[in-house]
């Protein structure tokens, strides 16, 4: 049976949306939706929330987290590199004997993430023996061939250009494209042992599932929490 570590990075501190991590979503803590999301992925043996925060870890221990310890202050920062964070979440088990098949890093910000869309991703890392899985959704607006620099004097000129006969003349007939929506980071024991992380940290052979736009809402701002209120009421996250 393949067996997933889940880490869920949870800094106390918050610039964008003070507490973000404890403010209610649809009447209970943001970050407990990603915990139960996590629980109930058959693969996944342990579910960690990585905090510093002594009432992030206490309310994340009351929805069922593991918090088998604080997270240390020089990876709790706004700069600290979330590879990092889930670098010292594996090897604290590590080093106590435990064996994983690969380390899932779960956003708290993406709590309409399906367990269905982690165990498709689980699936296609065992199948395809990839370095990582992620979510991606498509791009509905700011498609790549029409993004623009703002030059001095507000001129404009193409960021990329596109390629040689590509149709940029509606959203129709362009190309899709993809982003990552950031709700996860599925990695291979073997990328997250590398010592050399760049970017993301998805390797040389990194895949994806791809998920509606719904499942793709990342909450930073005080809109996207209004917004993800609004899909909670209106019944659209399933």
Request: hydrophobic share 40%.
């Amino acid at each position: 049976m393949t067996e997933i570590l889940c880490i869920i990075p949870a800094r106390g501190g918050s610039k964008g949306v003070p507490g973000k991590n404890l403010r209610p979503l649809g009447g209970r803590p943001l970050i407990s939706h990603v915990i139960e999301t996590a629980m109930n992925v058959p693969a996944i043996t342990e579910v960690v929330v990585s905090t510093e925060h002594k009432m992030i870890a206490e309310i994340a221990a009351s929805f069922g987290a593991s918090i088998p310890y604080l997270r240390p202050r020089d990876i709790a920062t706004d700069k600290a590199a979330l590879i990092d964070v889930v670098r010292q979440g594996y090897w604290h088990f590590t080093n106590q004997g435990r064996k994983f098949d690969g380390v899932l890093c779960f956003q708290p910000t993406a709590p309409f993430v399906k367990s269905s869309t982690i165990s498709e991703a689980i699936e296609l890392l065992n199948e395809s023996g990839c370095d990582s899985v992620t979510t991606v959704s498509e791009v509905m607006q700011g498609h790549p061939y029409i993004a623009k620099r703002m030059e001095s004097q507000n001129v404009i000129t193409n960021f990329c250009d596109p390629p040689p006969g590509a149709d940029i003349s509606s959203r129709q007939s362009r190309e899709t494209a993809y982003f990552l929506t950031g709700g996860f980071y599925l990695r291979s024991i073997g990328l997250v042992e590398d010592l050399t992380p760049t970017g993301h940290v998805l390797g040389n052979d990194s895949r994806a599932v791809c998920v509606s736009e719904v499942e793709a809402t990342d909450i930073n701002t005080e809109l996207d929490f209004r917004f993800a209120e609004f899909l909670l009421k209106e019944g659209l996250v399933q």
